[in-house]
């Protein structure tokens, strides 16, 4: 067996400057989601004073925008109210990305992790998770909603998201939140909070007070998984041969805690993820490859940090392909991540089949991360592999 140990030291700058404040009002009957700002709306606090990022960092923002926010037992209401004084500057091309606005949610109030949501002024929304205080992991997919209406003033633009979407802590009533706009054709990044002119971080979010939702759910997922394969030959009118197969599998994600995540997968199916870009390698060192299954997705930054100048977990090592285009199988794998305090820590392990020349493996990773000074980590990580049989 292998395995090895590294003590990691992350030193962020911290903020004292004082962050705006906006306050979640309840409201009885929840505002229609279809980009019309109704009445409703005058009845929630507002966020105004949008600051650019770029191009002029620290200038007040050259088109005004103001933000309503509203919730209920189950939903966070956001509206943004965008003047546009030249339609014709709007870019909302479907090619590249359009107009819009952003809203970012830290529900721990830790200035490092944040959700991500993204509408366009052509209506295509996005979103993802941000770890390490600026990362973002793409592969994030929550579940909301949003529309947009253009007016003769401008355009409007609302979401509704569950607060079943997001893990947050129950007694926590405090959260961090920011609001952007993008004005394209002007190469303009404008933020409610001030932000540095070298990137979005987390810790300079304004603050979300307020914060009532209703309790959390089970939080179980199951995925099973079944496929059914027939394979036949014909050859010169005739049978050659024919083959047919099953297979079967399973995943599930459960959620105990408001920061615990289980996941455990049983010969689990990649087939259907995005595949790799092609690439011809002509040195004698392995490619670097994008993470893009599931299982290994889900709280990646617990175990690969985000700012450590070499990625110490290779993940894609793990059911790595082989050069005849097989893939190592994976048998099964689970996985724990949590959060203590200011700390988070992960558990992962993963057992692989035997193929060609490669040995049943068994793949273990220990990660362990704690704030410390403000917005520095101070992090701990053991991977091993143990190639004995074992079964």
């Given at each position: 067996m292998s395995g090895a140990v590294f003590l990691i030291v992350w030193l962020l700058g911290t903020q004292t400057e004082s962050l705006p404040v906006i306050r979640a009002h309840y409201c009885s009957t929840p505002p229609v989601i279809d980009g019309v700002l109704e009445p409703a709306w005058?009845?929630?606090?507002?966020?105004?004073?949008?600051?650019?990022?770029?191009?002029?960092?620290?200038?007040?923002?050259?088109?005004?925008?103001?933000?309503?926010?509203?919730?209920?037992?189950?939903?966070?209401?956001?509206?943004?109210?965008?003047?546009?004084?030249?339609?014709?500057?709007?870019?909302?091309?479907?090619?590249?990305?359009?107009?819009?606005?952003?809203?970012?949610?830290?529900?721990?109030?830790?200035?490092?992790?944040?959700?991500?949501?993204?509408?366009?002024?052509?209506?295509?929304?996005?979103?993802?998770?941000?770890?390490?205080?600026?990362?973002?992991?793409?592969?994030?997919?929550?579940?909301?909603?949003?529309?947009?209406?253009?007016?003769?003033?401008?355009?409007?633009?609302?979401?509704?998201?569950?607060?079943?979407?997001?893990?947050?802590?129950?007694?926590?009533?405090?959260?961090?939140?920011?609001?952007?706009?993008?004005?394209?054709?002007?190469?303009?990044?404008?933020?409610?909070?001030?932000?540095?002119?070298?990137?979005?971080r987390v810790s300079r979010m304004g603050r979300l007070t307020g914060i009532q939702p209703a309790g959390r759910g089970l939080g179980l997922e199951l995925y099973p998984v079944g496929l059914v394969r027939h394979e036949q030959l014909v050859l010169s009118h005739a049978v050659g041969s024919d083959a047919l197969g099953a297979e079967a599998g399973l995943d599930l994600a459960w959620a105990p805690t408001p920061s615990g995540n289980l996941q455990f997968t049983l010969l689990p199916d990649f087939a259907q993820i995005e595949a790799d870009p092609y690439k011809v390698n002509l040195s004698r060192y392995e490619l670097w490859l994008a993470e893009r299954r599931p299982f290994f997705i889900e709280a990646v930054e617990t175990f690969g940090g985000s700012y450590q100048p070499v990625k110490i977990f290779y993940s894609r090592r793990i059911g790595r392909p082989l050069p005849d285009g097989r893939a190592v199988p994976i048998l099964t794998g689970v996985k724990w991540t949590d959060r203590l305090g200011r700390g988070q820590y992960g558990l992962l392990g993963v057992l692989t089949g035997e193929l060609a020349d490669e040995p049943q493996s068994f793949y273990s990773v220990l990660a362990a991360r704690h704030q410390i000074l403000g917005n520095s980590e101070l992090g701990l990580l053991y991977a091993g592999k143990d190639n004995r049989q074992f079964s």
């Open positions: 005058q009845e929630a606090d507002s966020a105004t004073g949008f600051i650019q990022q770029i191009p002029e960092n620290g200038r007040p923002a050259s088109e005004p925008t103001t933000v309503y926010l509203l919730q209920d037992r189950h939903n966070l209401y956001i509206a943004f109210r965008c003047p546009v004084s030249d339609f014709s500057q709007v870019h909302d091309r479907l090619s590249d990305e359009p107009d819009g606005v952003r809203v970012l949610i830290d529900p721990f109030d830790d200035n490092v992790n944040a959700y991500c949501f993204i509408v366009g002024f052509n209506g295509v929304e996005s979103d993802y998770r941000i770890t390490g205080d600026g990362t973002a992991y793409e592969n994030w997919d929550g579940v909301w909603r949003s529309a947009v209406r253009r007016h003769d003033w401008g355009y409007g633009i609302e979401l509704a998201i569950p607060f079943r979407s997001l893990r947050y802590p129950p007694a926590r009533t405090e959260w961090g939140i920011d609001f952007a706009r993008y004005l394209v054709r002007r190469g303009e990044r404008s933020f409610w909070s001030r932000h540095e002119v070298t990137g979005f």
